[in-house]
């Protein structure tokens, strides 16, 4: 008795894929098929059997099988080919996730097998299958996994071609211009392929935008990010919100971007406003629990864990949370799911960021300088500069940290924190202090409220021997901003002076923000011994406190 055809694509079109699959089976088994006189009728059982794998998630089975179709396929009479040519030209869809009764398609079963290869990390093999579907014949999906094929190999040239094709088939193929303004296509080339260009005149007010001028706004928005104009991409963001309020997607750029440059409050606000509106989003949520870590809000942190777990387990984003929470007790499993994101998807940017400063805190700079690389690769970014500052001035390698420094300014010119970055490399050594200073005075007159250069000129201020000017800089700042390390370093500085009573209530005040600070526990005790007359250097504690230092905050041993 022979299996019906029919049956297997209704079950397919109800996404009853283990169904499928299992009938399947019975269809490429069927004795009613002779493989030798009815080649074509193979293929076509082959090709539906695949369908089911693959999106029954079972690629690799998949793959065995299509390649099967595709070799019956070759082996097809002329005369027959001819037929199944023209039934296939009249019915077939051109989406490749449209599976026909009739004779298979053999691009489309390329495209399927790339698409398996993808989805396993295999994606040499992928490229090489795609490589053989001749250029016009790709649709949209083809040219956009070609695009993200081309990209991986680093094929630059190629990859750029492939998302402008998609544009030309879709406008608003979005992953397509966000890769392209990641590649560094500019603005006005993407333009040209969108419909109802912008006239030269100028921007049109926004509340006239049409129902496509968004996207244009959209595109420079991304642009702007992708060239480090972090200030200019938040803006048009915020103009695009005020005409899509609540749209998530906006709202993760936002506090993508909010926490790359430092902006933590306003990144958490918007992520937090991303929760109440969509509570399974995943996307960016390893970038909120790194905030979380930073804000040392342990509840949260595990609540976002556990509802990510929750969610979807086989995401990146997920271990690289995981990693940010395990990293208090445990480095090493910290460490392991970092890598195990890296694995899941190996162009994931912030698990090489966790995975460099993992390896910064247990004193491994070299491995670090491998990640932070690897993540600059991908699309370099300000943490990635500031992660191989830091590696290579642990490595004693101040030329490499100063070439960094100066390479993260060229990219960002306007930004306060790649000029501090260039300061805290001069800052290393003694000779470079007074070049140190004025880099981190450039700095604060480029972002008056940036409290990470007032810190650090702070501290050039106490090892000069100017402690005044330090506490008369820190204190302006005390007015705006509760922030602990501000009064941990306003602590050091009276400690240093021996005003131990506001020293003391500074670390109090420091505690107070953030009871898990490591710095101001250390120094409190610390101050707590002076304060009782004890020797807080005798032999006895040394031994505890240098394990605990590697972890603590390097200017403290030589202030204190």
């Excluded at 001028?213 to 938040?234: F, M, P, T």
């Excluded at 918007?270 to 909120?288: A, G, L």
């Excluded at 699309?379 to 100063?402: F, I, N």
């Excluded at 953030?514 to 807080?536: H, Y």
């Amino acid at each position: 008795m022979d299996v019906p055809k029919d049956q297997m694509s209704t079950l397919l079109d109800c996404g009853l894929y283990n169904s499928a699959q299992m009938l399947g089976c019975f269809l490429v088994s069927s004795s009613s098929v002779n493989n030798d006189t009815s080649p074509h009728l193979k293929a076509e059982n082959l090709a539906l059997h695949g369908d089911a794998l693959l999106r029954d998630k079972e690629y690799r089975r998949a793959i065995h099988v299509y390649k099967q179709a595709l070799q019956y396929h070759k082996i097809v009479p002329k005369v027959n080919a001819t037929i199944r040519s023209s039934l296939s030209s009249s019915n077939r869809s051109s989406s490749p996730n449209s599976f026909n009764v009739s004779a298979i398609n053999e691009n489309e079963v390329k495209f399927k097998i790339a698409t398996c290869h993808y989805a396993i990390n295999e994606n040499r093999a992928a490229l090489t299958e795609m490589e053989a579907i001749p250029t016009k014949s790709r649709n949209l999906q083809m040219n956009l996994l070609m695009g993200k094929l081309y990209r991986w190999s680093k094929h630059i040239r190629p990859a750029v071609a492939c998302y402008k094709e998609c544009l030309r088939h879709c406008p608003y193929t979005i992953e397509a211009i966000i890769s392209l303004a990641e590649l560094g296509v500019q603005a006005k080339d993407i333009f040209s392929l969108l419909p109802q260009t912008p006239n030269r005149s100028g921007r049109p007010p926004f509340d006239q935008f049409d129902s496509s001028r968004w996207l244009h706004r959209y595109v420079e928005a991304q642009c702007c990010i992708a060239s480090n104009d972090y200030k200019g991409g938040l803006e048009l963001f915020s103009e695009l919100l005020q005409r899509f309020p609540n749209n998530v997607h906006i709202l993760l750029e936002m506090a993508k971007v909010e926490a790359i440059i430092g902006k933590n409050d306003e990144a958490i606000t918007n992520f937090e406003k991303v929760r109440s509106i969509d509570p399974y989003v995943v996307t960016y949520m390893d970038e909120y629990a790194m905030l979380l870590k930073l804000k040392s809000d342990p509840q949260k942190l595990n609540k976002l864990v556990h509802d990510l777990l929750t969610i979807d387990p086989t995401r990146p984003e997920v271990y690289v949370a995981l990693s940010v929470l395990c990293e208090r007790k445990d480095e090493r499993a910290a460490l392991a799911n970092a890598e195990k994101s890296i694995k899941i998807d190996e162009r994931h940017i912030t698990g090489y960021i966790v995975k460099g400063n993992l390896f910064l805190s247990m004193n491994q700079p070299e491995a670090a300088v491998v990640a932070f690389r690897s993540a600059q690769e991908l699309r370099p970014d300000l943490r990635s500069y500031q992660g191989l500052v830091r590696s290579y001035l642990a490595l004693s390698k101040t030329k490499e940290a100063l070439y960094t420094a100066r390479e993260a300014m060229k990219a960002m010119p306007q930004s306060a924190k790649a000029l501090k970055l260039v300061g805290d490399v001069y800052a290393s050594s003694s000779s470079g202090r007074e070049k140190a200073k004025k880099f981190y005075e450039s700095a604060l007159r480029l972002e008056p409220g940036y409290l990470g250069a007032a810190l650090a000129l702070a501290e050039l201020h106490v090892m000069e021997g100017r402690n005044y000017e330090a506490v008369t800089l820190l204190e302006r700042y005390l007015k705006d901003w509760a922030d602990d390390s501000l009064h941990v370093k306003l602590a050091q500085v009276f400690a240093a002076t021996n005003m131990m009573q506001d020293s003391l209530s500074h670390y109090q005040a420091a505690l107070r923000i953030n009871p898990l600070n490591e710095a101001a526990k250390k120094g409190l005790e610390r101050l707590e011994k002076q304060m009782k007359g004890v020797d807080p250097d005798a032999p006895e504690e040394e031994e505890d406190n240098d394990g605990d230092d590697a972890d603590g905050d390097p200017e403290d041993a030589e202030l204190l």
